[in-house]
């Protein structure tokens, strides 16, 4: 049995698990049996890079922040050499792993899901196709008030000059 000293240890590191898991948008686990020292810290480099919290976990204290946050199904991969990528961009865990496994030449075996989240674009991209796609209609809209204008004779310049003056 463990001493209090150690236990308490324990139950802030999975309590401080259970904060990050709650807090982000993504995770990725990563299995990192067979990397060399050089690789592994090859591959914190590209996660501080990306935005990613990268660390090695033990299972135990991994099974117990998922099961804190109600992730319980995750028990299954919790075995062997463990690690956890986080990171709030949903797509930013699984691109920095995915392109990193494509550098180690066969190594890692990388899953499908994996490989098509790493195919989604970055966030900011993804917001920009939101918008414009919000956009679209209020475009259109405009230019079929401006074709409306100039067909009843207004010119859209004309049109827009006097608008202030009737105020």
């Keep these: 049995m463990p001493n209090a000293k150690v236990l308490s240890e324990k139950q802030a590191i999975v309590a401080e698990l259970t904060e990050k898991i709650q807090k982000a948008t993504a995770g990725v686990i990563v299995d990192y049996k067979g990397i060399t020292v050089e690789e592994d810290t090859a591959l914190r480099k590209e ?40 990171a709030d961009d949903p797509v930013a865990p699984a691109r ?11 190594k890692v075996v990388s899953l499908e899901t994996v ?30 008030l401006k074709q409306i204008a100039e067909k009843n004779g207004a010119p859209a310049e004309e049109a827009a000059a006097e608008a202030p003056a009737a105020e």
């Design 47 to 86: 996660c501080r890079e990306g935005g990613v919290d990268y660390a090695v976990v033990k299972n135990t204290l991994l099974r117990f922040a998922f099961n804190n946050t109600g992730l319980n199904d995750l028990d299954d991969l919790l075995n062997g050499t463990t690690s956890l990528a986080l």
């Design 115 to 144: 490989n098509a989240l790493a195919a989604i674009p970055a966030l900011p991209v993804l917001q920009a196709q939101v918008l414009g796609t919000m956009l679209a209609p209020i475009t259109g809209l405009a230019v079929v």
């Design 96 to 106: 920095v792993m995915a392109d990193y496994a494509k550098k180690l030449d066969g």
